[in-house]
């Protein structure tokens, strides 16, 4: 069994190295194989330079800054583990969570696996949390879905789903997030959801206003005719 697991980043110099000591740590003293796939998107600080002073790290980038989404599937088009998954480069998830993710995949029958903040509510500001969930159930009900917490940044899938996922994905900011989950419906794909303990950052990228409306219109994209249609033609 082969682990791939993503790191899509941006900017992340001030955190990139412990993140990688800590994920590299945690995965030679539990895995024989791995693969850690850092995504520098278009950076213009020094996180493509650190990423590759780690021995072994794969290291992907590109000069123009092109969103979250995009460097996550080009971390999947890359990937060549039996699991996959993708994780923030600012260690707001524990590397804990991937073994606790892999006893899900080996006890049922799911496809994906969804990472659910547990602690959410405790950790965010109050604007944000009042905005996050009014969000959360206006996509879980325009894409139909039962998994609480599409915006997770902890997800993982075997490797022929997520090959499938991200071969089709089109959205590439916020809103890529609720794509692959509503793409795991589209193509049968069974997910199911692990609770995780979430570090919340103070000097988050995320812009509620802003970032609020690139989710509005990614939602709308999703419904119209012609994305359906182009999904439906690569099934």
């Not at 979250?68 to 480069?89: E, S």
């Not at 606790?100 to 029958?109: D, E, L, N, P, V």
């Amino acid at each position: 069994m082969k682990i791939s697991v993503i790191i899509p980043a941006y900017n992340e110099e001030d955190i990139i190295a412990e993140m990688l000591s800590e994920y590299w740590s945690f995965l030679t003293n539990n895995f024989t194989e791995f693969e850690i796939i850092v995504v520098d998107d278009g950076s213009l600080d020094k996180t493509l330079e650190i990423a590759k002073s780690f021995e072994n790290t794969i290291c992907i980038s590109y000069k123009k800054n092109k969103g979250k989404g995009y460097a996550v599937k080009r971390g999947f088009l890359r990937a060549t583990g039996d699991y996959i998954f993708f994780t923030d480069a600012d260690l707001s998830y524990s590397p804990e969570n991937i073994s606790r993710a892999i006893s899900i995949f080996q006890k049922t029958k799911a496809s994906g696996v969804m990472g659910i903040r547990t602690n959410i509510d405790r950790d965010y500001p109050f604007f944000r949390r009042l905005v996050s969930k009014i969000f959360a159930k206006l996509v879980r009900y325009v894409i139909s879905t039962n998994v609480t917490d599409t915006q997770c940044g902890f997800k993982g899938f075997e490797k022929s789903t997520g090959k499938q996922i991200f071969s089709r994905s089109q959205i590439f900011d916020f809103g890529f997030d609720f794509e692959v989950i509503y793409l795991s419906g589209v193509l049968g794909k069974p997910l199911a959801t692990l609770p995780v303990s979430f570090k919340h950052r103070k000097e988050t990228k995320v812009h509620m206003l802003r970032d609020s409306v690139r989710i509005l219109k990614d939602l709308i994209y999703i419904k119209r005719s012609s994305f359906n249609e182009n999904i439906q033609k690569t099934v």
